[in-house]
């Protein structure tokens, strides 16, 4: 018998997806790029230097995206991470950062490694608890949000948007808002909260299924964080890649039928997976954004570590996410995938109990 | 008459090359990228997630050019200034870093954002005084070399190399050596300083002059350090752009001569500067690396400020390099470009008290 798995952290499950292994893990897309973006390959034969913030053209199409925006509000990062970890690296040790929880994985590590403090939220339902929230919100210096959210699928409502934009707008307080899933919303469209006291972080991984090409931003309408960022980025990346940028620009230039067949893909996948899980009898929310869901787990580390080892299905443990009683899965993957997977968890079901 | 520039930081001459104006300021080739570097562009047209560590093939080519090593030693990284970034971050906060000055200019802020604690050894004639190093290195977590270097155009004879090896081993010191410029030396072959304790930090942005494509790397023997650098990496940019990846990696395949004969172009920028701005009276060293000279000047805010005002001649600050009386300039133009920019500098000094 092999021994169980140390499973540490999502790492553990890089470079082990070999022949016959199905892998819920990984949350990107699996779908190709739009082949508009290869257009972004022919166009640069200068490899010097470019701007720090990002080449002005790509901020320039940024710009038309977002309500009163101009180039100056948006710093092109490699991939949303490094958006984030330059925000919080720019601000002063020792204040709170409130996270909501369950939270995507990089958080804790970006928010500790930049000397600031973590206060949770944890979420109703897979919801803000908007009640928790205001009384945690008080004394910090920033919250960060991710709606759709990775891990739970949940999407916020409007009015829960607004009502944090208003009373962190009155506290002085900033949010930052990791919309990368922006564009993977099944009911409706995304509400871009915004205000002075906004950064909103954004990719073009998710949407154009260029997860490894590590093109990101960020938005702000605050000069001082822009500067902030850029000057900092001077010294730890200086310009995001040129080719990658290049690419992303060309990816934009794809129709809007575009998006609207992946979306409809996402919810196909969703609505099998979701109602798989069901079926077998976990406890779930049904994912209202992204490609993830979080159903409750008893036993999850033996059962995560079972499904790899026994049944080559890879899935991550809700304690990453900050959710001990859960397990995590991607559905990022076709449909007869995910029914080849679902089988196979039925199937370990049998060996370690899980409700 | 118009404001004196404020000078803060390079970012200040950042997007003001416009027409007519001479640049000496930013360090970067001005020669194309060798017409290989393309060919990688047309290989990949799948953009997931790439490794973290980067990608196996680019790691095996790089090991084949280091002594004793394997694709386990190196972390591609977002540039040299990526993996300079994360490598103090790995460090515990409040240690000493021994740092030779002058010093590259994002040294100083890399050192200090990782909460480590910067102390100085000053060279002498150019070049790092064993005695004072070996005085300051001894309560030091590490000290980051760069030869050859950035701004002093200097090269350190590979006994004092050697000395730094040897003494840093023995007191258990890590050495950080920063060799973006090793295959830019004018008079011998690079001396790779290695060991356990030894961390080196390359890219490919001089070598074949994409710098905008920011692919750098990493070489460790210490398989902890490059644990840690890659779990950081994890949350902070993800893998390096995958295409830019693909580049760096056709680009190895130029011929030998690719490098002989951008060297022999150096050289000839090398002797024509040099001689150029002896002969207008600068004391300078000559350079024996990279492309930068680093001449005294008095009144260097006034000169800088003047130069690039009333000549338009952008120099940068020695002061940003912590050599507050001597300007930097980078000989990446061309002999002509080199010619005018001389003569509009003796120009200015008859503005400007030098001497």
């Known amino acids: 018998m092999s021994e169980p798995l140390k499973l540490k952290s999502p790492a553990d499950f890089i470079g082990k997806q070999g022949a016959g292994v199905i892998s819920f893990g990984s949350g990107q897309p699996d ?12 166009i640069r034969q200068d490899l010097r230097y470019g701007l720090i913030q990002g080449e002005l053209k790509l901020r320039e199409a940024l710009a038309k995206e977002y309500p009163d925006s101009t180039a100056e509000n948006f710093v092109i990062t490699n991939g949303a991470s490094e958006a984030l970890d330059l925000i919080f690296r720019s601000w002063g040790k020792g204040q709170k950062v409130l996270l909501p929880r369950p939270y995507y994985y990089s958080y804790l590590p970006i928010v500790e490694m930049a000397g600031m403090v973590p ?97 990101g931003y960020l938005w702000s309408a605050d000069k001082k964080i822009v500067d902030d960022v850029c ?81 080559k299905v890879i899935t991550y443990l809700g304690e990453w996410f900050g959710a001990p009683d859960r397990i995590r899965l991607s559905y990022a993957l076709d449909i007869k995938q995910i029914g080849e997977g679902l089988g196979r968890i039925q199937a370990a079901m049998k060996k370690v109990r899980v409700f």
């Open 31 to 42: 779908l190709p790029p739009p082949k508009e973006a290869f257009e972004g390959l022919t």
């Open 119 to 215: 206060v949770f939220t944890d979420l109703v339902k897979g919801r803000i608890d908007l009640a928790d929230f205001n009384k945690k919100i008080k004394d910090c210096k920033a919250v960060l949000i991710n709606s759709p959210s990775n891990p739970t699928g949940r999407v916020e409502e409007i009015e829960t948007l607004r009502e944090i934009e208003r009373v962190t707008a009155r506290l002085g307080v900033y949010v930052v808002s990791d919309e990368v899933y922006k564009d993977l919303i099944y009911e409706r469209e995304n509400y871009h909260i915004h205000g002075s006291h906004v950064i909103t972080v954004n990719s073009f991984s998710k949407t154009y299924c260029m997860c490894g090409l590590r093109v």
């Open 231 to 311: 000057e900092m980025k001077t010294h730890t990346s200086m310009n995001t890649n040129l080719v990658g940028q290049d690419m992303a620009l060309a990816a934009m230039k794809v129709p809007k039928e575009y998006a609207r067949h992946q979306l409809e893909i996402w919810r196909q996948r969703r609505d099998f997976i979701y109602k798989g899980l069901t079926d077998l009898g976990f406890d779930l929310w049904k994912p209202e954004g992204a490609f993830y869901v979080l159903p409750q787990c008893k036993n999850p580390r033996e059962f995560v570590s079972t499904l790899y080892q026994d049944f």
